[in-house]
């Protein structure tokens, strides 16, 4: 069984570019979730799709934006781009399952960097 | 809000040693859930284990074992007879409510053969 899949494993853009990354979910998972990993601050939550709708999101300005398709694979966008948001971006999955059971499973990640 | 602290930056062992990597959560919730995750220099997260705070038993799979105290907080994670695959980054985190991952700064790990 294929695990979460990202794309692209790199990216090089300048500043003011946009930044699109995608992420197709383990299949049969609903719910998909962003989390940037940039150095000097960890590991952050960006945002939770499931079911097509946006269901949370972390504390990042509204220029990271995203969505969900109804195949479930989701697209993180990044506007205006900022030398702050060269990171690891990781994308996971999970079944729409209760917080008792929530497992989420994680993709290779996109190393965005923004020179 | 919750909040979850790895004191140890790095760990550096000999193959074979027995490590114990160091995990505090902080939580006023009465039901919490609890992860570790592994990161291997590839970047992807890996799934070790997850512990709700009303699960009974300590886990063990295979070389390694997980020990839950509610008394200090703590769900510290022991590698026995460690290996250099091992080596990595590992991270403890827990959920909130919106099903948002608190994460830890994180423990690299090396071993040394």
């Known amino acids: 069984e294929a695990g979460v899949t990202q794309s692209p494993t790199h990216l090089i853009k300048t500043r003011g570019q946009q930044a699109t990354l995608r992420c197709s979910p383990i299949?049969?998972?609903?719910?998909v979730y962003w989390y940037q990993q940039a150095l000097g601050l960890g590991l952050q939550f960006l945002l939770w799709?499931?079911?097509?709708?946006?269901?949370n999101r972390g504390n990042f300005p509204p220029r990271f934006s995203g969505r969900q398709f109804p195949n479930y694979s989701s697209e993180l966008n990044v506007n205006a781009l900022e030398l702050e948001d060269s990171a690891l971006y990781l994308c996971a999955s999970s079944t729409g399952s209760t917080l008792a059971k929530n497992i989420q499973y994680f993709g290779a990640g996109t190393r965005l960097s923004v020179l | 809000a919750q909040k979850v602290t790895q004191a140890q930056t790095e760990i550096s062992v000999v193959e074979k040693e027995d490590v114990t990597l160091d995990c505090v959560y902080e939580t006023r919730d009465t039901t919490y859930y609890l992860f570790w995750y592994k990161q291997p220099p590839s970047g992807e997260l890996v799934f070790l284990i997850r512990r709700n705070s009303f699960d009974e038993q300590n886990e063990i799979s295979g070389r390694y074992s997980w020990n839950f105290q509610k008394s200090t907080s703590s769900f510290n994670f022991t590698i026995t007879a460690s290996q250099v695959v091992d080596s990595a980054v590992y991270f403890c985190?827990?959920?909130?409510?919106?099903?948002?991952?608190?994460w830890g700064a994180g423990t690299k790990l090396i071993i040394k053969p």
């Open positions: 299949s049969g998972h609903t719910s």
């Open positions: 799709y499931d079911e097509g709708e946006e269901r």
């Open positions: 985190a827990s959920m909130d409510s919106n099903y948002q991952l608190i």
